[in-house]
C-alpha cells in the first residue's frame, strides 16, 4: 500500500472523508479514485482491518462523501439520510458498561455509514466548528479545535502562510 498523499489527515472521520479531495498546482487530486486509494484511507482511520477495499465499499464510500459535501456546503440533508438508512446503532452492555456496536445490512456500507455518523456527531458537539479552509483556492476542511475557536486554515504553514504572503506581495507592490 502506498503512502497517504493528502496535504491533511487526522481530522475526524467525516471531514477527513471529504479531503480525500484536495487542491495541487490547480487541479483538483482525488484519493478515492481506485480501490488502492480507498486501502489508504481506510487504514489512515483504522478502518482497514474492518472492512474490504472492494468496488462496493469505494461507491458507497463515494456516495457518502458527495453526500457529506452537500450537507457541509449547502445544507442539503436527503443524500446524508440515505447514507444514514444503511445502517444502526445497537444498544449494548460490555464489562466496561454501556455502549453501542453499529451494524450494517451490507458492510461494504460500513465506512460510508461511520462517516455520516460521525457528521452527526460533530453537529452535536459543536456545529460551529466545522470550517472550509478560508485559503480561496483550497477545498479542505477541518475541525476547528482551537482554544477561542478562530482558526481559518486549514494549515497554517500551507494555505495561511500563502495567504499571509500574498498579502504582503500586494501591500509591497503598492508601495
Partial sequence: MSADPRPLTGEPLALDLLNTRWMREGAVQDLLRDGDGLAVWLAANALDGRFEADAATLRHTLRARDALRKAVDGGETAPLDAVLDHGRIRAT???????????????????????????????????????????????????????????????????????????????????
Avoid: V
Avoid at 456500507?109 to 452527526?120: E, F, I, S, V
Fill in 93 to 175: 452492555l460490555t464489562p466496561e458498561g454501556p455502549g453501542e456496536i453499529p451494524e450494517f445490512g451490507d458492510s461494504a456500507w460500513g465506512p460510508a455509514w461511520l462517516a455520516a455518523r460521525n457528521y452527526l456527531e460533530l453537529l452535536t458537539t459543536a456545529p460551529d466548528r466545522i470550517r472550509g479552509c478560508a485559503h480561496e483556492a483550497c477545498i479542505l476542511h477541518f475541525f476547528d479545535t482551537s482554544r477561542n475557536g478562530t482558526r481559518r486554515w486549514c494549515s497554517m504553514a500551507a494555505c495561511g502562510n500563502r495567504a499571509k504572503a500574498s498579502r504582503h506581495y500586494a501591500r509591497t507592490r503598492e508601495t
